[in-house]
């Protein structure tokens, strides 16, 4: 991947309507997605919220994530044309995992195999 900077610096605040479009498009919730990103970075409802209304960037959304889910290294398979599993920046990986999960959302997978319980 040549060019992190631009997803280091993407509000994330931008991209969160995105997932959830893409989720409710199929038939899921806000709900789940909301579920999805807390189980991945650790943050609490109100603590994603700041985030949201700060328009916090990926890299500080990542870096600043409470605790990233030790079964995140579970998720596996191409996102955007990219193994997640052999990303090597952290970030970008930590971004194609989420992206990831929102896919395998709108797939109709169970939400106990998105979080990897």
């Known amino acids: 991947m040549n060019n992190n900077s631009r997803v280091y610096t ?3 605040a931008s991209v969160y309507p995105l997932y959830i479009q893409k989720a409710e498009k199929k038939g899921r919730t806000k709900t789940e997605v909301d579920e999805i990103i807390r189980w991945l ?3 609490d409802k109100q603590a994603l919220r700041e985030h949201l209304d700060n328009k916090t ?3 500080h959304f990542f870096t600043q994530a409470p605790r990233i889910n030790p079964n995140a290294s579970k998720i596996t ?3 955007c044309g990219y193994r997640v599993e052999e990303i090597e920046d952290k970030i970008v990986q930590q971004v194609r995992y989420l992206d990831k999960l929102i896919d ?3 797939k109709g997978k169970a939400m106990e ?3 990897r319980n």
């Open 57 to 59: 960037d990926f890299e």
């Open 104 to 106: 395998e959302l709108a």
């Open 41 to 43: 970075t650790g943050y």
């Open 10 to 12: 993407m509000s994330f």
């Open 77 to 79: 398979g191409v996102i």
């Open 113 to 115: 195999k998105i979080l």
